[in-house]
C-alpha cells in the first residue's frame, strides 16, 4: 500500500512565452505527482524547459493553462503576493551557484528564511545551528562565504533551503559547479536528507550520475515530461517521524 501523501500535482500544464508575433510553446501538457519523500530528478536537452518547470513548480511562475496543486491548495490563479507568501513556506531553493550572501555568516545566511517570516533571532539562530550541525557545517556557522569552499557552500545553501522546514526542495544543478567528487559528497548529503528525514526533493540536473541515484527518475522532451520505469519508487517505504531540531516539524506527524 502506498503510504506517501500527495505533495503536489501539475494537471495538463502547459507553458508558452509570447515574443512579438511568435509564441514558443515550452510545456505542452505535463502531468506530474510528487508524493511525501520522494527523491526525483528531471534531466532534459538545454533549453527543454526544466527551469521553466521548476519554476511553475516552485511558484515563481505561473502555467499558462492547466492546473497545479500544492499540499491541497490549487495555486495556479494566485496573485503575486499569495504565491510568494506559500513559496516561502512550502517551498526551499538550492541553485548552481549557492546564490549566499557575501557579507553575511553561514549562520547569518541560515538564519534569513527565518527572519523574513518574523521568527525571533534567538529562535533563529537556534534552528539554523541544529540544520548546520545536520549538514556538517557545526563548525563553519561563523565563515563567510569566501572563506568556504565549493561543497561547504552548497551545504551552507542546503541548510538555508531547509532551515524553513518546507513541503519540497527544488535543486536546480546543485552539483554543477562542483568538481566530481565533491559533487558526489553533495549529492550523498541530500540522499541522507531524504532517506533519515523524509525531505522530498527535485533535482535538475545534466548528471546521469546524479540522476540514477534517484529513486524517480523523469526526462522533460519536446515539452513532455516522461518518467522513466523500473525505479523503486520507495511508496512503501513509510515517512519517517522528523525530530524538532528545524529539518521539517510541521505535517510529519500525518495520520
Ligand atoms: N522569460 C522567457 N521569455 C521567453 N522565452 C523563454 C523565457 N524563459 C525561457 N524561455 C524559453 O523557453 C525554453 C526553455 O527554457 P528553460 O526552461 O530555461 O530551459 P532549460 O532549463 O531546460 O535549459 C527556451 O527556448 C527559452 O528560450
Ligand atoms: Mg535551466
Do not use: W
Amino acid at each position: 500500500m502506498k503510504a506517501t501523501q500527495n505533495t503536489l500535482s501539475l494537471t495538463d500544464v502547459c507553458r508558452s512565452y509570447r515574443i512579438g508575433p511568435v509564441t514558443a510553446e515550452v510545456l505542452r501538457g505535463v502531468n506530474l505527482e510528487i508524493g511525501s519523500g520522494d527523491l526525483m530528478s528531471i534531466m532534459g536537452p538545454s533549453g527543454s524547459g526544466k527551469t521553466t518547470l521548476m519554476n511553475i513548480v516552485g511558484l515563481l511562475d505561473r502555467p499558462s493553462s492547466g492546473t497545479h496543486v500544492l499540499d491541497g491548495h490549487d495555486v495556479s490563479g494566485l496573485e503575486d503576493d499569495m504565491l510568494s507568501t506559500l513559496r516561502n513556506e512550502y517551498i526551499g531553493f538550492v541553485f548552481q551557484a549557492f546564490h549566499l550572501l557575501p557579507r553575511l555568516t553561514a549562520l547569518e545566511n541560515v538564519c534569513l528564511p527565518l527572519v523574513y517570516r518574523g521568527v525571533g533571532r534567538a529562535e533563529a539562530i537556534r534552528r539554523a545551528q541544529a540544520i548546520l550541525g545536520r549538514v556538517g557545517m557545526a563548525d563553519r556557522s561563523h565563515h563567510q562565504p569566501s572563506q568556504l569552499s565549493g561543497g561547504q557552500k552548497q551545504r551552507v545553501a542546503i541548510a538555508r533551503a531547509l532551515v524553513g522546514n518546507p513541503v519540497l526542495l527544488l535543486a536546480d544543478e546543485p552539483t554543477g559547479a562542483l568538481d566530481a567528487e565533491t559533487a558526489q559528497e553533495v549529492m550523498a548529503l541530500l540522499l541522507q536528507l531524504n532517506a533519515e528525514q523524509g525531505v522530498t526533493i527535485l533535482i535538475i540536473t545534466h548528471d546521469s550520475s546524479v540522476a540514477r541515484q534517484c529513486t524517480r527518475q523523469l526526462r522533460i522532451d519536446d515539452g513532455k515530461l516522461l518518467e522513466l520505469p523500473g525505479q523503486d519508487r520507495g511508496a512503501d517505504r513509510p515517512p519517517r517521524p522528523l525530530a524538532d531540531d528545524g529539518i521539517r516539524d510541521q505535517g510529519a506527524a500525518a495520520p
